[in-house]
């Protein structure tokens, strides 16, 4: 098989509010604990459902908006199964079909954390767009470009008279209350309440400044 090198390929390692379109997220956070281990399969008399595991500790059972199968018990941790329809929402989904299979995920406290590679900044920027699109909130975690860069390409020049005060105060008030830390510190109605603002409003300005500083730091 012939090797075909993109060079120029991005990690994207991304958190998706996606309480209520995900069973997942609302296995893991009726038991407060974070989900393990999630992998999904096509159902092969139905190519419209696909079939999905998760794995969270064991205790009370979950709860979810479709039916969860007990599949295997490993002591401290338990499995769990579910089939779901195609379509209905799902942050994978949307990111997939963008030619982006997604290599990891798990939920914690009401979010979708994902992992996933772009082939170029074009591909990544169209994922992250969408997804903004869908769901409430959406954070850039972490973006790694392909090793054999040359180191030049890691430098980065940043001119912050980009963004505007508004969207500076959001950041600044973001970061000193804890909201990019995992655990959190605080959640986005918490730095909302403490800018005087809506939740919605928060996420608007945080999302435009994020876009702006990977434009500036992905060279866009």
């Known amino acids: 098989m012939q090797k075909v ?31 393990y281990s999630i992998a999904r399969s096509t159902i092969a008399s139905r190519s419209d459902a696909v ?3 998760f ?8 709860e979810a908006s479709v039916e969860l199968t007990e599949v295997f018990d490993y002591g401290s941790k338990t499995m769990y199964r579910f089939s779901r329809e195609r379509g209905r929402g799902c942050p994978c989904e949307s990111i997939e079909t963008f030619d982006c ?13 994902l992992v996933f590679h772009a082939i170029d900044m074009e591909n990544l920027q169209n994922v992250i767009t969408t997804l903004q699109k869908r769901y409430p909130t959406v954070d850039v975690q972490r973006l790694l470009r392909s090793e054999h860069h040359p180191q030049e390409d ?3 020049f940043l001119d912050r008279s980009r963004l505007t005060d508004r969207q500076r105060e959001v950041l600044e008030m973001a970061h000193e209350m ?12 918490e730095v909302a309440d403490a800018l005087d603002i809506t939740t919605t409003t928060f996420s608007e300005h945080l999302s435009i400044a994020q876009s702006k500083l990977l434009d500036a730091i992905l060279d866009i």
């Open 101 to 113: 299979p997604v290599v990891d995920l798990h939920a914690r406290d009401g979010d979708l954390y």
């Open 5 to 35: 090198s993109m060079g120029s390929g991005i990690r994207a390692e991304i958190r998706v509010d996606a309480d209520g379109t995900c069973p997942v997220v609302e296995g893991a956070s009726s038991v407060e604990s974070p989900s």
């Open 154 to 156: 890691h430098l980065v």
């Open 178 to 189: 804890g909201y990019f830390e995992h655990p959190k510190g605080a959640n986005a109605g």
């Open 55 to 62: 794995m969270i500790e064991s205790g009370r059972q979950p």
């Open 51 to 53: 079939t999905e595991e």
